[in-house]
């Protein structure tokens, strides 16, 4: 998709200083910019490349006057930062700007769905299955039986939603994520075999909610596995059977959540974090990468380490474990000369 400087200082709001019939087709850094992309000026430690980038057009401050001469179209914006990220998230909206449905596709008896929607080759929709408006779902995707599904959403390809799942407005669910697949559950007996536990619960996805790619969300036992609204989960998560992810809450990749567990709202829970499963964890608590949590968590807690204790702690504590052969043969060196 090509733009002219004219087109993309209409969607700013900016200025063109230059030529405005100048088109872009990329997007690139300042530094790296080349004949045909499109690149900003923010931050003023970069400034000295706007005299020898290549791109065609360059966003900026609206007070920048170049000392010395350019090549590059400039577009003149209050925020450069800002107007870059509107332009990428618009670019993106372009992008995504599909509709109609592809074949070969499978939609079954007793689907619905509203305007726009765009059905890629290879997708399969179980039976009674509702679909909003604006919705994207990408090829090799499943939707299984009586799914609901809100406006706006968007499903890359190789999705798999399992039966029953609903799924609300303006979510994003990323290529090989697995929503509502069977929870762990199975009963052991006296010879050491085990008999699975039927899964007969759902996952529900409130508004806002995006799930990285490779993302696994089991479905409930009974009742259901909740992801509420405005949650971001990374790329390889595991969420466990019931369990209850909180408003607004953030979950780095590899972090893996047992079953019934409830988190708050607004929690940070960072990479290769591991919940147990039965416990609470808070409103707006910090759990830094790699630490296990086996017990419940208060509200604004900073937890760290394994088991994790408090962050303050950690750190101090920390210091003592890179010392502690030093500390060992001190006590050693001591405990000879007292004998």
Same mark, same amino acid.
Request: glycine letters at 10%; charged letters at 20%.
């Given at each position: 998709?090509?733009?002219?400087?004219?087109?993309?200082?209409?969607?700013?709001?900016?200025?063109?200083?230059?030529?405005?019939?100048?088109?872009?087709?990329?997007?690139?850094?300042?530094?790296?910019?080349?004949?045909?992309?499109?690149?900003?000026?923010?931050?003023?430690?970069?400034?000295?490349?706007?005299?020898?980038?290549?791109?065609?057009?360059?966003?900026?401050?609206?007070?920048?006057?170049?000392?010395?001469?350019?090549?590059?179209?400039?577009?003149?914006?209050?925020?450069?930062?800002?107007?870059?990220?509107?332009?990428?998230?618009?670019? #993106?909206?372009?992008?995504?700007?599909?509709?109609?449905?592809?074949?070969?596709?499978?939609?079954?008896?007793?689907?619905?769905?509203?305007?726009?929607?765009?059905?890629?080759?290879?997708?399969?929709?179980?039976?009674?299955?509702?679909?909003?408006?604006?919705?994207?779902?990408?090829?090799?995707?499943?939707?299984?039986?009586?799914?609901?599904?809100?406006? #706006?959403?968007?499903?890359?390809?190789?999705? /798999?939603?399992?039966?029953?799942?609903?799924?609300?407005?303006?979510?994003?669910?990323?290529?090989?994520?697995?929503?509502?697949?069977?929870?762990?559950?199975?009963?052991?007996?006296?010879?050491?075999?085990?008999?699975?536990?039927?899964?007969?619960?759902?996952?529900?996805?409130?508004?806002?909610?995006?799930?990285?790619?490779?993302?696994?969300?089991?479905?409930?036992?009974? $009742?259901?596995?909740?992801?509420?609204?405005?949650?971001?989960?990374?790329?390889?998560?595991?969420?466990?059977?019931?369990?209850?992810?909180?408003?607004?809450?953030?979950?780095?990749?590899?972090?893996?959540?047992?079953?019934?567990?409830?988190?708050?709202?607004?929690?940070?829970? $960072? !990479?290769?974090? !591991?919940?147990? $499963?039965?416990?609470?964890?808070?409103? #707006?608590? /910090?759990?830094?990468?790699?630490?296990?949590?086996?017990?419940?968590?208060?509200? $604004?807690?900073?937890?760290?380490?394994?088991?994790?204790?408090?962050?303050?702690?950690?750190?101090?504590?920390?210091?003592?474990? /890179? #010392?502690?052969?030093?500390?060992?043969?001190?006590?050693?060196?001591?405990?000879?000369?007292?004998?």
């Amino acid at each position: 998709m090509k733009f002219t400087a004219e087109q993309i200082a209409g969607i700013l709001n900016g200025e063109v200083v230059g030529n405005p019939n100048a088109e872009v087709s990329k997007l690139a850094k300042i530094e790296e910019g080349i004949p045909g992309s499109l690149t900003f000026l923010s931050n003023p430690k970069y400034q000295n490349y706007i005299y020898t980038t290549q791109a065609t057009v360059t966003i900026v401050n609206k007070n920048f006057e170049p000392e010395n001469p350019i090549t590059t179209t400039l577009i003149k914006v209050d925020d450069p930062y800002q107007a870059f990220s509107k332009l990428l998230e618009y670019y #993106n909206q372009v992008k995504l700007m599909k509709s109609g449905i592809e074949q070969p596709s499978v939609i079954s008896e007793g689907v619905t769905y509203g305007d726009d929607l765009y059905l890629g080759s290879f997708c399969y929709v179980g039976k009674n299955v509702k679909i909003g408006n604006n919705v994207k779902i990408y090829p090799n995707t499943f939707i299984g039986d009586n799914v609901v599904i809100g406006d #706006n959403c968007v499903f890359f390809a190789g999705v /798999r939603v399992y039966s029953e799942t609903e799924i609300g407005n303006n979510c994003v669910i990323h290529s090989g994520a697995i929503v509502a697949s069977d929870g762990f559950g199975f009963a052991p007996h006296e010879d050491g075999t085990y008999s699975k536990i039927p899964q007969i619960g759902n996952v529900i996805l409130e508004d806002d909610v995006e799930i990285g790619a490779c993302t696994t969300i089991d479905r409930a036992t009974m $009742g259901s596995t909740i992801i509420r609204k405005g949650a971001k989960l990374d790329n390889q998560i595991q969420i466990a059977h019931n369990v209850e992810v909180g408003e607004n809450t953030v979950i780095a990749a590899q972090t893996g959540i047992a079953g019934s567990t409830k988190i708050g709202k607004n929690c940070m829970i $960072g !990479g290769q974090v !591991g919940v147990a $499963g039965h416990i609470t964890i808070g409103d #707006n608590v /910090r759990i830094q990468a790699q630490s296990g949590i086996g017990k419940s968590l208060k509200d $604004g807690e900073v937890v760290q380490g394994s088991p994790a204790f408090t962050y303050g702690d950690f750190s101090k504590s920390y210091v003592h474990f /890179r #010392n502690l052969p030093k500390i060992v043969s001190d006590l050693d060196a001591l405990k000879k000369k007292l004998e």
